[in-house]
T-cell receptor
Framework: SQQGEEDPQALSIQEGENATMNCSYKTSINNLQWYRQNSGRGLVHLILIRSNEREKHSGRLRVTLDTSKKSSSLLITASRAADTASYFCATDNDNAGNMLTFGGGTRLMVKP | SQTIHQWPATLVQPVGSPLSLECTVEGTSNPNLYWYRQAAGRGLQLLFYSVGIGQISSEVPQNLSASRPQDRQFILSSKKLLLSDSGFYLC?????????FGNGTRLTVT
């Protein structure tokens, strides 16, 4: 079953603008991860935030986690055309770290 | 460094034909291995995962099966494909989080 659900499903912005994607989940988690997928390719891990963390940065990426609301957001600042891809959140809610449950993804298009 | 190989990249098969997709990992030992399926424009559905040789857990009952004959080899199979088996199949490995994905196999069942 789907654990994470991204919002919006699709987002179109101009280069240089910021892109914000949201993810909601249903059960308690050990960590939450964001992945990127270029069209027709595999997923690439972007960033992991643990359940006891509230915010994390990596380059132009900023992830927040609100466990009380069971939600996370991914912010991409100063977007570039090369950021065009689908972005997925995934929750790790298995204590052994064996299982990830992915949301449906946000399709981001950055127009040059 | 660790790498994951998945093949073929694309496959067109008739209904009722068998299927064998292979995935191998290099540069790591005793990884957890996963098969996911992705419908067009959708998220990933976990099909199978394995924590060791011969150990397979199935998440979704269907006409697919998986095997792990060697530590770093994971195979997805079907004896008779259905139209509904069409999709993008992704192999991944991980030892805990995060997961590392192959480039996927686009399967079209006609």
């Amino acid at each position: 079953s789907q654990q994470g659900e991204e919002d919006p499903q699709a987002l179109s912005i101009q280069e240089g603008e910021n892109a914000t994607m949201n993810c909601s989940y249903k059960t308690s988690i050990n960590n939450l991860q964001w992945y990127r997928q270029n069209s027709g390719r595999g997923l690439v891990h972007l960033i992991l935030i643990r359940s006891n963390e509230r915010e994390k940065h990596s380059g132009r990426l900023r992830v927040t986690l609100d466990t009380s609301k069971k939600s996370s957001s991914l912010l991409i600042t100063a977007s570039r055309a090369a950021d065009t891809a689908s972005y997925f959140c995934a929750t790790d809610n298995d204590n052994a770290g064996n299982m990830l449950t992915f949301g449906g993804g946000t399709r981001l298009m950055v127009k040059p | 460094s660790q790498t994951i190989h998945q093949w073929p990249a694309t496959l067109v098969q008739p209904v009722g034909s068998p299927l064998s997709l292979e995935c191998t990992v290099e540069g790591t030992s005793n990884p957890n291995l996963y098969w996911y399926r992705q419908a067009a424009g959708r998220g990933l559905q976990l099909l199978f995962y394995s924590v060791g040789i011969g150990q397979i857990s199935s998440e979704v009952p269907q006409n697919l099966s998986a095997s792990r004959p060697q530590d770093r080899q994971f195979i997805l199979s079907s004896k008779k494909l259905l139209l509904s088996d069409s999709g993008f199949y992704l192999c991944a490995w991980g030892s805990g989080s995060p997961l590392h994905f192959g480039n996927g196999t686009r399967l079209t069942v006609t």
